[in-house]
C-alpha cells in the first residue's frame, strides 16, 4: 500500500501572525515539502492544479519535474489534472516527458475541478464538465497507445495522421487516477477503462465515501477487469498532529476556522466526527485512518493534506516527520493484516512493464504454438 501527501497550493494568510506568504514562498515550500516527504519514507507526492487565486501550482509538470531531479524513490502525481479545460495533447506530451526525466516515477489523477470561472478562461463551458471529461480522456488514452491518431470530436480540432512526443517511457502511459468526490460518472468512467479511482473524502461523511467506492467496484468487475475486491482504490485525508491531542486542537483551531474550503463553516470538533479529518495525537490518526478500510475495502493508495490553511512551513515539517516516524510505519503493518493475497498493490511503472513484457511473452508463446502446430498439419497432409 502507498502512502503519501497531497497539497492545493493555497496561499493563505497565517491567522496567528496576519503574514501571507509570496508566491516564490509557497512554491519553495512545496517543494521542501516534497522532498522531506520521500526523505521520511512516503511513497507519493501529488500536487493539485489550480489557475485561479489564491492558488499556485498552474504548471504542475514544471513542479514535478523540479522535484523528479531532486529525488531518488518517490512517485510523483497530482492530486487534480485538469483533463477538462487542458488539451488533451498537451497533458500527453507533458506527462510523457515528465516520465522520460523521472525514470518512470509518474502517474496522476485526472479530475474536472470545480472552479466555474476557469472553464471559459480556456474556451470551455462548465456545464459540459461531464462530456468534456469523458471525451478528452478517450483521445488521451488513444495518444499514449497509439503512434499515429486520426481523431475528430465535439470539443476540440481533428487529428489527422497525428504522433505525440514523446512516446511514453518503454511504451508504458502513466497509471491514471480518476478523482471525484461526488460525480458517478467519473466511478463509471474508471471502471470502464479499469483505471483507479480515487475519493477525496476529506469533506464527505463515511457513508457517501462507501457508497462512491462500491459503485466503482461493482462497475469495474461488470466491464471484466477483475474482481470488486481487486479494483484499484485511493483515499484522501487531512491530519494535524501534536503529543497531546488538546495541544493539537488548541493549535489548529485558527487554521481551520480561517480556512479558505471550510472556515466559517461546521466547527472542529463537527467536522473531525463527520468526516476524515483527524486533529490529535499520532495515536488517533492511525486508529481512524485503519477504520477507513472497514467502509472502502483493502485500498491501495492513502494521500493526507497536511500543508493548508495557512500553517506554516516549520510546522508542516513536523507533521510529516510524525507521519514518517510515528504514524505510517504502524499503518503500513496494520493494513497488511488480513489484506487477501489476490488484492494488487497499486501500479507502478516497475509493475506495468512487468506486466506488458509478460503479456508479450504470452502472445508470443501462443503464436509459436499456433505456427507449429499449423506446420504439423501442412506435413501430414504432405505425406498423406
Known amino acids: 500500500m502507498q502512502f503519501g501527501i497531497f497539497s492545493v497550493g493555497d496561499v493563505t494568510p497565517d491567522p496567528t501572525t496576519g503574514r501571507t506568504p509570496t508566491e516564490r514562498e509557497r512554491i519553495k515550500a512545496m517543494v521542501a515539502i516534497a522532498l522531506k516527504a520521500e526523505e521520511v519514507g512516503l511513497d507519493v507526492f501529488a500536487t493539485g492544479e489550480h489557475h485561479n487565486p489564491p492558488f499556485v501550482p498552474s504548471s504542475p509538470t514544471t513542479m514535478l519535474g523540479y522535484i523528479a531531479a531532486q529525488t531518488e524513490k518517490l512517485i510523483l502525481s497530482t492530486s487534480t489534472t485538469l483533463i477538462t479545460t487542458n488539451d488533451p495533447v498537451k497533458i500527453a506530451e507533458d506527462f510523457a516527458m515528465l516520465q522520460h526525466l523521472a525514470e518512470g516515477r509518474v502517474d496522476l489523477m485526472m479530475g474536472r475541478g470545480n472552479t466555474g470561472p476557469v472553464y471559459p478562461w480556456f474556451g470551455q463551458d462548465i456545464r459540459q464538465g ?14 499514449w497507445r497509439e503512434d499515429v491518431v486520426d481523431w475528430e470530436g465535439k470539443f476540440r480540432t481533428a487529428l489527422q495522421g497525428f504522433t505525440s512526443t514523446p512516446r511514453p517511457l518503454d511504451d508504458v502511459p502513466p497509471f491514471v487516477w480518476h478523482g471525484s468526490i461526488r460525480s458517478p460518472e467519473i466511478a463509471e468512467q474508471a471502471a470502464f477503462y479499469g483505471d483507479g479511482f480515487f475519493h477525496n473524502n476529506i469533506f464527505w461523511p463515511a457513508d457517501h465515501t462507501k457508497q462512491m467506492v462500491e459503485l466503482y467496484r461493482s462497475r469495474y468487475a461488470h466491464y471484466g477487469h477483475g474482481t470488486p475486491e481487486q479494483a484499484i482504490v485511493g483515499l484522501g485525508g487531512q491530519v494535524f498532529m501534536r503529543k497531546n ?9 485558527p487554521y481551520f ?36 478500510r472497514e467502509y472502502a475495502g483493502d485500498y491501495q493508495r492513502q494521500l493526507f493534506l497536511v500543508d493548508h490553511a495557512g500553517l506554516p512551513l516549520k510546522t508542516v515539517l513536523e507533521q510529516l516527520d510524525m507521519l514518517g516516524e510515528e504514524v505510517v510505519p504502524v499503518l503500513r503493518k496494520e493494513f497488511a493484516v488480513g489484506r487477501p493475497a489476490d488484492v494488487p498493490d497499486a501500479p507502478t511503472h516497475r509493475s506495468l512493464l512487468a506486466q506488458k513484457e509478460a503479456e508479450a511473452g504470452k502472445a508470443g508463446k ?12 501442412e506435413a501430414k497432409e504432405v505425406v498423406a
Not at 130 to 143: K, M, S, V
Not at 265 to 286: A, K, M, N, R, Y
Open 130 to 143: 461531464i462530456n468534456l471529461a469523458i471525451e478528452n480522456y478517450a483521445l488521451l488514452r488513444r495518444l
Open 245 to 253: 491531542s488538546q495541544d493539537a486542537v488548541r493549535e489548529f483551531r
Open 257 to 292: 476556522d480561517n480556512a479558505p474550503v471550510y472556515g466559517h463553516g461546521p466547527s472542529l470538533e463537527d467536522f473531525t466526527d463527520q468526516t476524515p479529518l483527524t486533529v490529535g495525537t499520532p495515536e488517533q490518526v492511525i486508529e481512524k485512518t485503519l477504520k477507513f
Open 366 to 377: 501462443a503464436g509459436k504454438a499456433g505456427k507449429a502446430g499449423k506446420e504439423g498439419k
